[in-house]
């Protein structure tokens, strides 16, 4: 396995280039022809170069070129609140000896084994600040690949406060954004899918959202990525090696099954894009329907909670609420409206115009009809609108509970925002019209990062053109730059073909401390 990381050329100095071919590297430029095949294609967006190597070799050949990719840093990875515990993270090289020297007695944690704690008091000038375990990790066989430590102290503000100061007054820099995890990817100990798992697990908001991001967490996508790579280098090198030695006969060269397989098994993936990113970026619902047709009363049930102001008296609610909810999995936001009604009230109207905005945003739009006063022409025309711009809707039928109700009409969902009744009907009809359209591979795994899914788009796109061209009798070497293109699209999602700039984009959405 090789590790490549390209950067814009101020980076890929004379220095690291004489390292890398040290090591049996490839420095490719971007004229190609160097061996590193494909680099060239990858980066189109202006003149950079590439370099590859064992990825051992190369993380060590860009610290010590660029020193500050492994400068010791510390950063809190609990909220900063009072809480019974809280977990200072460091790492770095050299960060043990630096913690050391804060602690009583200074312990040798630079000799002390990997995965071993021990009781110590942090001093500050000398004078005992608290009482803390500190686990220590040994490089390789931690987060980050790198030594460091964990600190657990007592979760007072002014004890962290003063821990972090202490730290920053040591020799430790304050690390930003997901550098722990960019470390642990640029170190070999995970790939860029997982990476990017481990900022989803963090921000997941659903007990489903958490399971999904899971498996991404456990290599599934990098897996399956892999997969499809190996097989598609398989044609490639088959392809290389009638270039090289054209007098040959080789018979048929390109395995079409290949590339069959391959490209349904990408197609597959990208399909499940959609369903992963509802689950993980969540969705917004809005109610909607004439005054007292029992918008609000179902916004109270929805949540659980007495939250909005139900009444008999038409047009109560003219700001629109909204709450965080789970629906079968799925985080959704959920906005109760003002209701529709023909008013001179010009506060009234203002809401109803909000409420017109609220709807446009949402991704669903629950519409709810009194079962007593049955359609009217204005819900008609509502929904009639709502579908005229493409909008999922979903019909809700309420107040079932009464005497004297009209039949439910066909495509309604019958229930009681008083009673409850069918409210599991209305949550499971609401799950389904959201993730309607979408796939989810069978159980695989789900794909939500917009940056692996247009990468899987890109070396589909690539693909296609492959079969295309090869359908058409191209000659051998057309087809080659189409396949290059799609495997280091490929490699992009793993993040063996990966640019600093990349980089930077993935790991700044992430915490701080991870
Ligand atoms: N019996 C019954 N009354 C309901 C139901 N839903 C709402 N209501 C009543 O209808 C009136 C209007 O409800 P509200 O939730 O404020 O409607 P909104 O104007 O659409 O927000 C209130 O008096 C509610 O108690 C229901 O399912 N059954
Ligand atoms: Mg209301």
Known sequence: MTGTIAYPPPMVSAE??????????????RAGGTGLSGMEGAYRDGPR?????APAHLFAILTSVQPGLDDPMFALATPFAPSALAVVRTSGRGSLGLLAAVLRG????????????RRAV????????DEAVVSVYRAPRSYTGEDGAEITCHGSLPVIRRILSLLARSGFRAAGPGEFTQRAFLNGRMDLTRAEAVNEIVRARTDRARSLAFQRLSGLIQLKIEGVRDDLLGVQAALEACLDYPDEDHGAVVDTGVLDRSAAALEALARTCARGRIYQEGVAVALAGATNSGKSSLFNLLLRQDRAIVS??????????????????????????????????????EGMRRTADVLRGADLVVWLVDARQGLAAADRAAIGEARGRGAR?????????????????????PVSA???????????????????????AGGGPLLDSERQRDLLERALAALARVRADLARGLPLDVLAVGLRESLDSLGGITGGVTSADVLERVFSS???GK
């Open 49 to 53: 170069q590439a370099i590859a190597c």
């Open 122 to 129: 942090i001093l500050d000038s000398g004078e005992p600040l």
């Open 393 to 413: 809707l979903l019909r809700a039928w309420n107040k079932v509970d009464l005497d004297g109700t009209l039949p439910c009409p066909e495509g309604f969902v």
């Open 510 to 512: 992430f915490c701080v």
């Open 106 to 117: 200074r312990p040798d944690l630079e000799r002390a084994h990997g995965h071993t704690l």
């Open 16 to 29: 690291i280039v004489k390292k890398v071919q040290k090591t049996d590297g490839i420095v490719a430029g």
């Open 312 to 349: 008999e008296v038409h047009g109560t609610t003219r700001d629109w609420l909204e709450a965080a909810i789970d629906v079968d999995g799925i985080p959704v936001r959920l906005f109760d409206t003002a209701g529709t009604r023909d008013t001179g009230d010009p506060l009234e109207r």
């Open 418 to 440: 008083l009673t409850g009744e069918g409210l599991e009907r209305l949550e499971a009809a609401m799950a389904e019209a959201l993730l309607e359209g979408t796939s989810d």
